[in-house]
T-cell receptor, first 114, second 112 residues
Framework: DAGVTQSPTHLIKTRGQQVTLRCSPKSGHDTVSWYQQALGQGPQFIFQYYEEEERQRGNFPDRFSGHQFPNYSSELNVNALLLGDSALYLC?????????????FGPGTRLLVL | GENVEQHPSTLSVQEGDSAVIKCTYSDSASNYFPWYKQELGKRPQLIIDIRSNVGEKKDQRIAVTLNKTAKHFSLHITETQPEDSAVYFCAAAESNTGKLIFGQGTTLQVKP
C-alpha cells in the first residue's frame, strides 16, 4: 500500500517563474492538505482540498493556488516566485470518511528559488 | 490568531533517560493535538495524537498528556534510545477542520 507520494523531489527556479508541485494521496484517502516548511521551522498550512474544492486556506497570498482531480490527487501552483518561497512543500492526506485533521505526510518537494 | 508555542527548542538526554516536550496553544476551539517526528531529510511521521475528551494517552514508550483548562499538552518519551533522535513537532487543530497549527519544533538528541 503506497503512502503519500509527491513529485518532483527537488526543484530549482528563478524569481518571477511559476511552479507546479504534485501530490498523490495514500490509498483510501480523499483529502489533501498542503504545507510550507521553511528551514528550521514547523510546517505552515497553505490550504486543503476535498471533493475537488478548496475548503480551508491559511495565511498565504493568491499567488498560491491549487487543484484537486477526480482521482483525489492534487497540485499546488505558485506564481511570480519570490526568494522567500524557497522551502520544503509538504502534502498530507486524510482518510475518506475520516477526520480531516488526521493527516499523513508525503516526503515533500524541496523548492529553491534563485 | 491561532498560535502554538513549543519548548524547549533543543533537548539533549542520555540514552535511557526520559524526555519531555511541552506545547501551549491559544485557540480554545482546538480539540485535536498530534505529535510528529521528523528525521533529517524525511517526512513528518505521526507518532501519537490525543483528543480533548482524553487527558492522557500512551503507546509503549511514548505518552501525551493534555490540560485543556491551561491549554497545555506534553509529549513524554521514556527509556530514550539513539533512534529517538529527531525533530519533534506538536500541533493543534479544531476537530474536522484539517488545519493543523504547528509548533516551532524541538530537536531531541539522545546520546549513547
Amino acid at each position: 500500500d503506497a503512502g503519500v507520494t509527491q513529485s518532483p523531489t527537488h526543484l530549482i527556479k528563478t524569481r518571477g517563474q511559476q511552479v507546479t508541485l504534485r501530490c498523490s494521496p495514500k490509498s483510501g484517502h480523499d483529502t489533501v492538505s498542503w504545507y510550507q516548511q521553511a528551514l528550521g521551522q514547523g510546517p505552515q498550512f497553505i490550504f486543503q482540498y476535498y471533493e475537488e474544492e478548496e475548503r480551508q486556506r491559511g495565511n498565504f497570498p493568491d499567488r498560491f493556488s491549487g487543484h484537486q482531480f477526480p482521482n483525489y490527487s492534487s497540485e499546488l501552483n505558485v506564481n511570480a516566485l519570490l526568494l522567500g518561497d524557497s522551502a520544503l512543500y509538504l502534502c498530507a492526506s486524510s482518510p475518506l470518511g475520516g477526520r480531516k485533521e488526521t493527516q499523513y505526510f508525503g516526503p515533500g518537494t524541496r523548492l529553491l528559488v534563485l | 490568531g491561532e498560535n502554538v508555542e513549543q519548548h524547549p527548542s533543543t533537548l539533549s538526554v542520555q540514552e535511557g533517560d526520559s524526555a519531555v516536550i511541552k506545547c501551549t496553544y491559544s485557540d480554545s476551539a482546538s480539540n485535536y493535538f498530534p505529535w510528529y517526528k521528523q528525521e533529517l531529510g524525511k517526512r513528518p511521521q505521526l507518532i501519537i495524537d490525543i483528543r480533548s475528551n482524553v487527558g492522557e494517552k500512551k503507546d509503549q514508550r511514548i505518552a501525551v498528556t493534555l490540560n485543556k483548562t491551561a491549554k497545555h499538552f506534553s509529549l513524554h518519551i521514556t527509556e530514550t534510545q539513539p533512534e529517538d533522535s529527531a525533530v519533534y513537532f506538536c500541533a493543534a487543530a479544531e476537530s474536522n477542520t484539517g488545519k493543523l497549527i504547528f509548533g516551532q519544533g524541538t530537536t531531541l538528541q539522545v546520546k549513547p
